[in-house]
């Protein structure tokens, strides 16, 4: 017949009731942000992957699903790098990443495509964008701040309108 320990049970069951607790209390207190940008550090990530025109967001506490509703489509420029944003943003958020994206779009080679995940590589300081079956390597630190929704993406850009 098997012994058990009482001592040692009883004191792992306040562990593990803490341990639900916190769990269940950050889950909540995750979907309560009143911005979305007050949530992305919460996930390792820096606010400025999404521009200034966030109109309002949903956020799945029990597998990370969101969508981010902004005020208008808009464009924002990362140093040599166009991104569109469309009126509505989804995927899904875990620590360090953003899968199944859909609503952002890149420009590569002429071409807008669609972003489809980000991951933060926090040994090298870089976030990686999925275009596709392409990635491309940005510093965390360009996206310190929250970026300026604009109307257009250059003014060497405005043939590129329509997406």
Same mark, same amino acid.
């Given at each position: ?52 025109? #966030? ?59 669609? #972003? ?48």
């Amino acid at each position: 017949m098997a012994s058990f320990n009482l001592p040692l049970l009883l004191a792992l069951i306040p562990i593990h009731l803490f341990a639900t607790v916190t769990a269940t209390a950050t889950a909540t207190a995750t979907v309560s942000g009143s911005d979305i940008h007050d949530i992305l550090p919460e996930f390792g990530l820096p606010i400025g992957i999404l521009p200034d025109a #966030v109109e309002s967001y949903t956020l799945s506490p029990t597998d990370g699903a969101f969508t981010v509703q902004l005020t208008r489509p808009c464009y924002v420029q990362f140093d040599d790098q166009t991104v569109y944003y469309s009126n509505s943003i989804e995927g899904k958020l875990t620590y360090g990443s953003v899968s199944d994206v859909s609503g952002i779009q890149a420009k590569q080679f002429f071409l807008w495509l669609s #972003v489809t995940g980000m991951d933060l590589d926090t040994s090298s300081g870089m976030i990686e964008f999925h275009v596709g079956f392409l990635s491309k390597k940005l510093p965390a630190d360009m996206f310190q701040e929250v970026p300026e929704c604009k109307s257009k993406a250059s003014q060497l850009e405005s043939y590129s309108q329509s997406i």
